[in-house]
């Protein structure tokens, strides 16, 4: 046993000094005058004081204030013992859901262990103990608060499922060292495998991390690639196999085109190799597939799909510092896929549909598409005449790019004075020139906004992720309407020109979205599969594939490393169990004792 | 005038009179029957004839048929002393209704009736140095005898119960009825009323206590200062303490019961808050008190 807080024992001798010393200080009675005093007998018990010293007498009353004052200040000193079991007083309990957790390594799968973990901790919590838990799939969120309700705890521990993406964890373990931001004896328990990106930016605070995992380890086998390309020799598919497992593994690699077979073979892939397959792929086909059958632990990275459509992918750059809502805005696009730069790379950005400047000085470049934000360089389709403070908009064109945004009202801090060169077009004007303005080439198109969106509250209105799907769609082209395909749990938005969106789940659920903005938000295909998604009256099918090769590396983490520390996996953590609580209460019976005594003495 | 009793109460008290279980001897020629010879009309005994003797009261009959003379004998009739000892100690001033009040218009009944009934009715202040008056006789004294109950007490030095008691046990008082109306709250009062009964007086103790004195409501820690004048007495007023504090009531009570039954008297325990109509009728009519 040890004492949280040993220096409040000392607190008990003042304390006992001073309820000795009211005992012996001498009473000081209420006269009353009576008839006659010899029928009353001389009895006195001591029950409280008052003044001048007198000798100090047994009394159980003052036994019982110095016991129940030894019990406070003994509680005062919160004991502890020290025990084994995940959960402390304030716990949080960070739940991996990402693909590698449905590895079925562990019966019935990684995912349900952690949960099993999650409901035994909850159950076996006591008094005043209190819990949370933070799911950590591809978009971090609190199931449960702080708080201490096993019954609604489990409830919606029992209602979280898996997903087949890739997970956030760093940013889960953020948010539940925001949950207990400054308690004392906090402890963030994370319930993985490990399998996750290095988490960076991380402080803990105050918390103890513990980290649990739940694999065992196991031999996966997953399509790590699956590409389409035109070449002068025709259109070739591309599929390429990853053992993760130190033994060889021979699966059946069946490739479908537009849902037909076009081509089926045995694959042996060597220990821990990649071993890819090229075939000549139908032209004319808007989907290809990939499936492999090699009954593995996972099978999440049994599945690829890709569109054969120029505009349902778009590699985007973006050049310049940190935007959250830009990036949170492209992202929201289910064909971008986003990198990050500080400065154009010195190809030019080759490989890249569209290069994004935002608020630094545009460059030329060999994408197809240009979105300059704030600054506009030599290359940009309008010449810069000075500055104007907080410009007034004054009206916008009809054009698809301006369809769903509002800039009336927005409040811009600086803006560019430009005045659109060539062909180029304003799109949106202000009080002090332009503020949007389209340039379309035949090599290139542009989009010029005349403000950096972090110079504005531009970013926190509907109109910004609108804006910004619409510059998309501008810059690299409408997809057309075949399958879409998107990373399983990854947000997207498709826009909505009426009603509410439905999703049709692989296992046929339907799912009402609620469009806000003329977009609609989905986050529900969590699991890799085909979905339906009505639109506007149309059906569009969505494809969403698990896309990151980390979540097929299912082996085991034991240790993890949060900002360059590691931190160890524990099968069962020590904790301290605090037993001031009994003690309390022993201590309020021997005060409701000592208040009977006094009470029948009295 | 303040005759202190209610005219209700007067015609209540009419045609009563004490009626003391031993015979007391008179002083002057009353209206009550004595052992001893003397010249009422009711019969005693015969004796033989002695010269000298009355010849009004020779039986002739006896004479005419045994030729023998005889005298016949009557019972005497005296007044009765009636000594109505009014308790007027400082402990009397407690009660509601104080036990003083209480006591107060006792006398007055005891005192009327008395007078009524030709009694030698004499008013002793106990707790208080003071002379008591001549007797009173008469229904025409009932005016002095009130006035003399009205009358505030004097402001010596109180003394206590027994003192007085004793006092008046070794005065010259002629030996009668004793009425003591008093809380006979005194350790020393069973004794002092012994010595009473000892003097030859038919000892009537009437014990008058208030609510207070019965069931007190105390609580807490008390220093208790006695109304009489004796030593203060710590106590802790518990439920302990009050039920040793009925038990030595009780106990007291019953040694002046005692103390006044053993020479022939009376005892009775009377709430400040009875009525006297109630005390007239279920004390001194139904246990004989008065006839």
Sequence with gaps: MSFAYPGALILFLPLAGVVVALYLLRMRRRELRVPATFLWPAQTEEVRANALFQRLKPSWLLFLQLLALALAVFCLARPQTRQRGLAGEVTVFVLDSSASMGATDVLPSRFAEAKRLAREAILSARAGDRMALVEAGPVP??????????????????????????????EAMRLATAVVSGQDGARVVLLSDGDFAPIQNFSQGKAAVVYQNVGKGGTNLGIEALGVTDTPKGRLLFAGLRNYGGQPWETTLTLYADGKAVDSLKLKVAAHSTQGHTVAAPPGARLYEARIDPKDVLKADDYAAVSADPAASLRVLKVGGEDPFLERALALDPRVTLDRAATLPPDGGAGYDIVAFDGVPSQP???????????????????VDGAAKRPKFSGSETAPLMKGVDLD??????????????????????????LVVADRTPIRRTVYLAFAPLQSDFPLQVGFPIFVANALDFLGGTAGGGPLVVAAGKPFSVPVAQGEPTLIDPDGTKTTLKPA???????????????????????????????????????????IALRDQPVRSLAAPLRFGDFWRPLATLCLLVLGFEWWLYAKRS | MDLLLEPRAFRLLEGLRIAPRKSQPGRVRGERLTRRAGLSIEFADYRDYAE???????????????????????????????????????????????KGRAARDLAAAFGYVGLLGGDAVTPVRLGRREPPPAALRGRA???????????????????????????????????????????GFDPEAPNALRALVGR???????????????DPDLEGDLRLVDGEGGKPTDITANSGVLKAY??????????????????????????????????????????????
Aim: aromatic share 6%; charged share 30%; hydrophobic share 40%.
């Design chain 2, 52 to 98: 000298g003797d009355d010849l009004r009261h020779l039986d002739w009959n006896v004479l005419a048929r045994l030729d023998s003379p005889v005298m016949r004998t009557y019972r005497d009739e005296e007044d009765l002393a009636v000594h109505v000892l009014l308790d007027d100690s400082p402990s009397m001033a407690f009660g509601e209704r104080t």
């Design chain 1, 517 to 559: 903005g003329g977009a609609a938000t989905i986050r529900e295909a969590r699991r890799v599969g085909k979905y339906e998604l009505e639109v506007d009256g149309k059906r569009r099918t969505v494809i969403a594939t698990l896309q990151t090769p980390r979540e097929s590396n299912i082996a085991p983490v034991t240790q």
């Design chain 1, 141 to 170: 969120r609190v199931v449960f608060p702080l708080g201490n309700d096993p019954a609604r705890q489990i409830a919606a521990l029992d209602a979280l499922e898996g997903t087949d993406a890739d997970a956030d964890v760093g």
């Design chain 2, 200 to 214: 030859g007086h038919e000892v009537w103790c009437v014990q008058i206590l208030s609510e207070l004195d019965l």
């Design chain 1, 409 to 434: 009202g927005v409040y811009i801090d600086e803006i560019e004075r430009v005045s659109p060169k060539g062909s180029a077009e304003a799109l949106a004007r202000s009080s002090a020139g332009p």
């Design chain 2, 141 to 183: 004294a009932y005016g002095r005898y009130a006035a003399w109950l009205g009358r505030e007490a004097s402001q010596d030095a109180p003394t206590s119960l027994a003192t007085s008691l004793r006092a008046f046990a070794g005065s010259r008082a002629r030996p009668g009825v004793a009425i003591v109306l008093s809380d």
């Design chain 2, 246 to 291: 009925r038990e030595n009531l009780a106990r007291h009570n019953a040694a002046l019961a005692d103390a006044a039954k053993r020479g022939g008297g009376r005892y009775a325990l009377v709430r400040t808050d009875d009525k006297l109509e109630d005390f007239v009728r279920d004390t001194l009519k139904r246990e004989g008190w008065v006839r």
């Design chain 1, 365 to 383: 470049t060999k994408s197809r598409g240009v979105l300059i934000l704030g600054k506009a360089g030599p290359d940009a389709p309008v010449r």
